[in-house]
């Protein structure tokens, strides 16, 4: 009667462990696909073009200063989707871990099943964290929106820019740039590191250390 507990206890355990496994691919397919398909931006509504606000000769130059900003804002919105999907997915497995993993320990489940799930959630936090994530992920998509509220708010009212034509383009693209230097710097300052995976290994992950670097940033 012993064995046979026993063979249905592992036979148990190892659906469990397969189920797991399958559900955790499954639900990584929605980070892969952001990893290798590419978003293409938006069609908006009205632009300079259709503005009465513009000369010709300065609905030139916001038409060309856009057109060359394209592949920037494409960058952004695709690497903001990745980021999130991977936090998002990210976040769903480790916080039930965390409280699973205890949990397993008190309970008949096998070694490997324990190893399994903490393997998971280790690399998991490690990719995280050596990749910023969360900090690349606020960044692209900080800089996004605020192109695109800039963006908005000269093309409806551009006379708060500035007094004359010249001046509110300058202006347009000085914030322009400020916002490039923006996302630049936090791109940068967010690159994988090495030293961070380790430690993340170490360790569990600090919300306090994230939100104030991210503030930092």
């Not at 069609?43 to 010709?56: M, N, T």
């Not at 008190?106 to 998991?124: C, D, E, F, K, R």
């Not at 202006?171 to 740039?177: A, L």
Request: proline share 4%.
């Amino acid at each position: 009667m012993t064995d046979v507990v026993s063979w249905v206890t592992s036979h148990a355990w190892g659906s469990v462990g397969i189920a797991y496994s399958v559900i955790a691919g499954a639900t990584f397919l929605p980070v892969l696909q952001a990893l290798l398909r590419t978003v293409k931006l938006n069609e908006g509504g009205a632009s300079f073009d259709d503005s009465p606000h513009f000369s010709v000769e300065a609905k030139v130059r916001l038409d060309q200063h856009f057109t060359r900003l394209k592949g920037t804002l494409a960058f952004w919105k695709n690497q903001a989707a990745k980021h999130h999907r991977f936090h998002i997915y990210t976040l769903c497995w480790t916080i039930p871990a965390s409280v699973f993993i205890p949990l397993l320990a008190q309970t008949s489940a096998p070694g490997w099943m324990i190893t399994l799930v903490s393997t998971h959630t280790a690399v998991l936090l490690a990719f995280h964290r050596g990749f910023r994530v969360e900090g690349n992920y606020r960044a692209f998509r900080h800089g996004e929106s605020e192109f695109y509220d800039l963006y908005r708010r000269f093309l409806d009212d551009p006379s708060a820019f500035g007094r004359s034509e010249d001046a509110r383009l300058r202006r347009y693209f000085s914030e322009t740039e400020s916002v490039r230097r923006y996302v630049r710097a936090a791109e940068t300052g967010n690159l994988p590191s090495l030293d961070d995976s380790r430690s993340r290994g170490r360790s569990a992950p600090d919300s306090h250390e994230t939100h104030r670097e991210d503030q930092e940033q």
